[in-house]
């Protein structure tokens, strides 16, 4: 489906990415995760196309990147970018037709199947009764899922998405990656999410993609990849990871770096 080819990238004289290599197959869900700086998100812009490597190739279905036409590659890949969408005047309803400018013609038009696939999306996402309202008058959970429904819209084979948690609160978090997760299932749909939170990463996503200093730490399922010396080595926190009680999918406890005997030690003196 995407594969990386000895894939590597500067900026400003700074290696960035460096000999990445990887083949993920359809119909599954990637993470990829690891500390600030070491290339995720231009990673992520490589696979979308949208910046070209220093060295190697991105193959999309066998064919590079970026061989492909813009509304050829639209048709394939669709990206949620960090932060979601801006407070502009469109309406909700408007926005989410949007993600079907690669099916329309050059007059903007596309016909009955454009209609039904907005009404669809705007339906799944629990948007249909705010799709005449301006996006600049939504909160920031609701415009974020709108982002989505528009990147839904496009009916993409590969779905990419930049940390699109980041600003949400927990609910809005689970209800946007239970979403993805769901199309995931349902159409076959290729995900490849950078995300920040690693225990959202172990809850939905096949595989994780540990990235550190620019190249691949660690490639497997989050059974394999979360453990805490590993997460010690690339992020330098110290954790417990323990097995989620009702999903088995291993979740991380951080470990404060006050020393626990100093703090057993106040605690008896405050209970006499």
Known sequence: MIEAKGVAL??????ILNDINFEW???AMYGIIGPNGVGKSTL???????ERPGAGEVLLEGKAVSAYKRKD?????AVL???????VGFTVRETVAMGRFPYQNWLGEEGEEGERTVER?????????MQDRPIDALSGGERQRVALAKVMAQEPELLLLDEPTTYLDIGYQVQLLDAVKRWQAERRLTVVAVLHDLNLAAHYCDELLVLREGKIEAFGPPSEVVRPELIARVFGA???VLPHPE?????LLLLPETAPAESRRERKRENG
Do not use: I, M, N, W
Request: aromatic fraction near 0%.
């Open 10 to 15: 500067s900026l400003g004289g700074r290696q």
């Open 81 to 87: 970018q960090q932060g979601g969408l801006p407070a």
């Open 44 to 50: 992520l812009r490589l696979l979308a196309g949208t």
């Open 25 to 27: 197959k359809q119909g």
């Open 121 to 129: 999306t705007l339906r799944e996402l629990g948007l249909a009764d």
């Open 247 to 251: 999903t088995g999918v291993p979740q």
């Open 73 to 77: 590659l639209a048709k394939r890949v």
């Open 238 to 240: 110290r954790t417990v």
